[in-house]
């Protein structure tokens, strides 16, 4: 939507368009490593930052100027990394073991793995 919106109201030249969803995916990398430290150090705490900076995404990325989509850009990504480094590997403890889904994917490490003997 965002890429339509660029492209729609001349914002940024087409050619340019692809290097907001880079920069993003940069900050994405770079805070998903900041997240990850500071989950490491203070827990799920560390996820509120992420509410305010996906508030401002839609302010910024809509907007009729440069300037203010680059930003935008970067705080989505900061935002994502936030999410999807520290949020998918706490879910699993969120629910008590009898309501996750059986292990389908694979045997116990120690026999077989997709079919093929386990790695060492």
Same mark, same amino acid.
């Given at each position: 939507?965002? +890429?339509?919106?660029?492209?729609?109201?001349?914002?940024?030249?087409?050619? /340019?368009? =692809?290097?907001?969803? %880079?920069?993003?995916? *940069?900050?994405? %990398?770079?805070?998903?490593?900041? +997240? *990850?430290?500071?989950?490491?150090?203070? !827990?799920?705490? !560390? &996820?509120?930052?992420?509410?305010?900076?996906?508030? /401002?995404? =839609? $302010? $910024? +990325?809509?907007?009729?100027?440069? *300037?203010? /989509? #680059?930003? *935008?850009?970067?705080? @989505? !990504?900061?935002?994502? !990394?936030?999410?999807?480094?520290? &949020?998918?590997?706490? +879910?699993?403890? @969120?629910? =008590?073991?009898?309501?996750?889904?059986?292990?389908? %994917?694979?045997?116990?490490?120690?026999? /077989? #793995?997709?079919?093929? =003997? %386990?790695?060492?």
């Amino acid at each position: 939507m965002l +890429s339509f919106h660029l492209q729609a109201r001349h914002v940024l030249p087409d050619s /340019v368009i =692809p290097l907001t969803y %880079a920069a993003a995916m *940069g900050a994405a %990398a770079l805070a998903a490593l900041a +997240s *990850g430290h500071l989950d490491d150090r203070i !827990g799920l705490r !560390g &996820l509120v930052i992420a509410l305010p900076l996906s508030a /401002v995404v =839609p $302010l $910024l +990325s809509f907007s009729t100027h440069a *300037g203010p /989509v #680059w930003a *935008g850009a970067i705080v @989505w !990504g900061a935002a994502m !990394g936030i999410h999807e480094s520290t &949020l998918p590997p706490r +879910s699993p403890t @969120w629910s =008590p073991p009898r309501a996750a889904a059986p292990d389908t %994917a694979c045997s116990p490490p120690s026999t /077989v #793995w997709h079919g093929w =003997p %386990a790695p060492p």
